[in-house]
Each structure stands twice: as C-alpha cells, then as structure tokens.
C-alpha cells in the first residue's frame, strides 16, 4: 500500500500546455518534497514545503502543501520539452508512530512527456 | 564538494554472487539513506544511518541484505546470494540532521541487474 498516492500515472502534452500534478495521502507529514528524476539518475530535490497552506513558486512551477498537510499540488505553466521526466513528490515521516525522523516516502511519481 | 556519489554506476552480476556498492555523502551531512527503485515505481526505503549508528532498517530488507557506515562518512551496501528479483537502481541520499523536515539529496544511483 503506498502511504502517498500520485496522479496522474502518466502525462503526455504539447509545449505551451499547463498542467497539475497531484499527491495525496490520509496521513499528515511535517514537510513534502518534490523532485525530478530523469531516466538513469537520481531524483533531484525541487522543493520543500512545510508549512500547512504553504504555495511556493520556482520559475514555472508552482508547489503548494494542503491546508492540513496530507496533500499537495505541482502546476507547472507553459510546460517546455525540458520539463519531462518523472516527478516524485515524498512526505517526511514525523507522522509515522515509533519511525524516527528522517525516513521519506515516496509516492510512484508521475511521468511527465512534453512533446516540441 | 559536488554532492553524493555512488559507484559503481552499473553492476552486472550473476545469480548467487555477491555485490558490494559504495555511497559517499554530502560531507557535513550526518544521515544517510540507501532506497531501492524498481521501473515504475518511486524509491523504497531501505535503511538509515545517523553517523556511524543504523537507525532503520526496512522490514522489506531480507538478511542478505546489509549496510554498513563505520567511521560515519561513507558507506558500503552488500547483498549475498544475489537473486534476479535484486535487479533494481539502488540510490543513496544524504542529509543533515534537521528540527523539521528532511531534504535529502540523492546520488545518481547504481543499477544492478543480476542475470
């Protein structure tokens, strides 16, 4: 059972689109992550949010952690072929009983094709 | 300092024999983490280390399975016996030891794949 679930699974848009990519739990996290992984690396750290309601923004993207921290959202604007890869998004485990802090999980990802 | 680093970057191995991957970490971070990913899914939790001390270690971990960080910088992840289902993009991450949230930073990984 994932502790975090992500949707969509898959992605496929033209440059120019907008588009929302979502994570979703029952549990709470002290913080959310985000990251990019392309095919053969590891994942790269985009993100933190920590704080309930929190949106940040970085160029194109926009993050946001929902007002109860379970959940959170990645909009990206006017998506370019340099945006594909698969996103990751991972909640911090101060949630978890007995877990000490420090461990991540991580959602399946959603991956992202931007097509010229 | 340019971040986490891993090697080998690949391993190919034949089923049975055993495997040793090295992680060096982002060198003032304290914890380390080693996950394991299989295609289409997202990185699952291994074990961690604070300095040299193991903290976790997942239930998934089977006894061929074990990890060392001796002197609190780097660290070795070993499997014995490799099996075909051990074929998968073993990553390390670090970080520092933080009040509230983990950052962690990966390593490009090492991929196994045992035929």
């Known amino acids: 059972t994932q502790l975090l679930e992500q949707s969509p699974q898959f992605l496929s848009i033209q440059e120019g689109e907008n588009l929302t990519v979502y994570c979703n739990s029952s549990s709470v996290f002290s913080s959310l992550q985000w990251y990019r992984q392309e095919p053969g690396e590891g994942p790269v750290l985009l993100v933190t949010?920590?704080?309930?309601?929190e949106v940040k923004k970085l160029k194109r993207l926009t993050f946001q952690f929902g007002d109860a921290r379970k959940d959170s959202s990645l909009h990206i604007t006017a998506a370019q072929p340099g945006d594909t890869g698969l996103y990751l998004c991972a909640g911090d485990s101060k949630a978890d009983r007995g877990s000490t802090l420090g461990r991540l999980y991580f959602g399946r990802g959603t991956q992202l094709t931007v097509w010229p | 300092d340019t971040g986490v680093s891993q090697d080998p970057r690949h391993k190919i191995t034949k089923r049975g024999q055993n495997v040793t991957f090295r992680c060096d970490p982002i060198s003032e971070h304290n914890r380390l983490y080693w996950y394991r990913q299989t295609l289409g899914q997202g990185p699952e939790f291994l074990t961690y280390f604070q300095n040299e001390a193991q903290l976790e270690k997942s239930r998934l971990l089977s006894d061929r399975f074990s990890a060392e960080r001796p002197k609190g910088s780097f660290s070795t992840l070993e499997i014995q016996r490799t099996e075909q289902g051990d074929s998968a993009m073993y990553l390390c991450?670090?970080?520092?030891?933080?009040?509230?949230?983990?950052?962690?930073?990966f390593g490009q990984g090492t991929r196994l794949t045992v035929v």
């Open positions: 991450a670090s970080s520092s030891q933080g009040t509230l949230n983990t950052e962690a930073f």
């Open positions: 949010v920590v704080t309930g309601g």
